[in-house]
């Protein structure tokens, strides 16, 4: 099978996670190319049979500069539209058997999509394009009223060719069951569930003395659970070492990360509505308990009472359940354990490749 990898994503788990299924692929047999912009990483040319890079800079926005925001709404997102429809004539020309197509950083479901004749499988990362149709992310309070208006405006011209663009899919494959159910109600069309694994040869149990208590992982915006996650630690009665890594202040490369997981006893996983959680996955792997909130995919990866806990979002509640995990260090051995045993029996990347080329030749019969 010959079948082109498309993205438009920035450095982190969704575009490490489309690469690691071309890595799949490509080492059961398969020809795999890459079609990007802007900066390769390292490991992505190691991973492609052949990689085609376009240029395409967009202007950076800070607020406050109503020209470039215009500008980014209008004729930037034009040339993305004209560019994706190059980049849809070269695939073409190449003769593949299917696309794969991951999310767009500037536009969830991208523009190549309407111009594709051949089979394409939309990943779908995110349930649906949050900035559309999670009210939270859309602050009215203090705005002046026509930039309610325009704001009101551009969300609804980016609502319909999300929808256009996710019409002309021929396959939806979703990143978990709870992506699935959601993008169901935002977009009408059902999809098939293929989860992203873990690099279980790499992310492994090392230290039998943990000196981090808590772990944290994330940024400061509300939907990763950072406020929530204060809000935790001010309940506890015990005064846990915490480690907090937010991707604003420092981001970590692979090593240190592994090193950071394997030092953990328990990660906290707040976020709103997460679609599926790596790194939930990724500390389980090296040993550690996580306690998450009962929402988005957390049920799904997290198993209750043995690997972990899955709660509602109560910061007391949490509290007292980290408190006496805390203090039951027999519980907590068991508990890092039989996570990491899960993760390693469950959630392999060569399980979930072998699920997604099963899949893709399924549907290409």
Known sequence: MRIAFYHQLHKGGARRGTNEFA????????????????????????????IFLYKFKPKKWKGHDW??????????????????KKIAADIEKRKYNAAYIAASFFIESPFVLQFLKLPTFFYC??????????PDLFKRDGLEWYKVK?????????????????????????????????FYRAY?????????????????PRYTDKNIDLLFIGSYDF?????FFEEVIKNMKSKPKTRIIIFENEWLNDKQLLDVYQRTKVLVAPAYREPLGLVPLEAMACGAAVIAVNEGAHPE???????????????????RNLDELLNNPDTLRKMGKNASIYVQDNWSWEKRGKELEDFILGKLK
């Open 125 to 134: 990362n995110d349930p649906y394009y949050r900035i559309i149709y999670e």
């Open 223 to 227: 939907l990763d659970g950072y406020p």
């Open 301 to 319: 990866t997290v198993i209750n009472n043995k690997t972990g806990y899955v709660l509602k979002r109560d910061p007391k509640l949490f509290a």
């Open 23 to 50: 890595r799949q692929l490509k080492m059961r047999g398969h020809e795999v190319d890459l079609y990007t912009i802007g900066k390769l990483q390292e490991e992505e040319k190691k991973i492609y049979s052949n």
């Open 188 to 204: 009408g069309r059902k999809g098939d569930v293929v989860y992203y694994g873990v690099d279980t040869k790499f992310f492994v």
């Open 67 to 84: 020209k470039t925001r215009l500008y980014k709404d209008s004729i930037e997102l034009f040339r993305l539209y004209l560019l994706d």
């Open 150 to 182: 325009y704001e009101g405006v551009n969300r609804f011209v980016r609502k319909y060719l999300d929808k256009w663009n996710i019409s002309k899919a021929s396959y939806i494959i979703s990143i978990s069951s709870f992506c699935e159910r959601e």
